[in-house]
Nanobody, 131 residues
Framework: EVQLVESGGGLVQAGGSLRLSCAVSGITFDDYTIGWFRRAPGKEREGVSWFSNNDGIITYEDFVKGRFLMSSDNAKKTVFLQMDNLKAEDTAVYSC????????????????????????WGQGTQVTVSS
């Protein structure tokens, strides 16, 4: 069974930084994406960044470009989300998740980005940014 465990959340002042970690285990397939998502109070869950295992490409939602950086340590089977220049509106529960890529015979892969496309989720970690 796929399991994900997040850590690294906390309370930080606006302009500060946090580094989230997501330890992943139990993946027995090759065509997948690991995504970071967040849910702010009173809002729906939204995507933040995605790492596709098929091509190693990392993509970001526009509102975090230039401030957040997603990376991976394959040896430790861990992905990270470095969050810099944090804003009050970044306050949310951050979760990592694994979704399945859909790849054609020509090895063109559809990379899922929406939360409903993700089957495996971590428990989440709270990030609070004070203004």
């Amino acid at each position: 069974e796929v399991q994900l465990v997040e850590s690294g959340g906390g309370l930080v002042q606006a302009g500060g930084s946090l580094r989230l970690s997501c330890a992943v285990s139990g993946i027995t397939f090759d065509d997948y994406t690991i995504g970071w998502f967040r849910r702010a109070p009173g809002k729906e869950r939204e995507g933040v960044s995605w790492f596709s295992n098929n091509d190693g490409i990392i993509t970001y939602e526009d509102f975090v470009k230039g401030r957040f950086l997603m990376s991976s340590d394959n040896a430790k089977k861990t992905v990270f989300l470095q969050m810099d220049n944090l804003k009050a509106e970044d306050t949310a529960v951050y979760s990592c998740a694994v979704g399945l890529n859909r790849c054609s015979s020509g090895y063109q892969c559809y990379v899922p980005r929406a939360p409903y496309e993700y089957k495996y989720w971590g428990q989440g970690t709270q990030v609070t940014v004070s203004s």
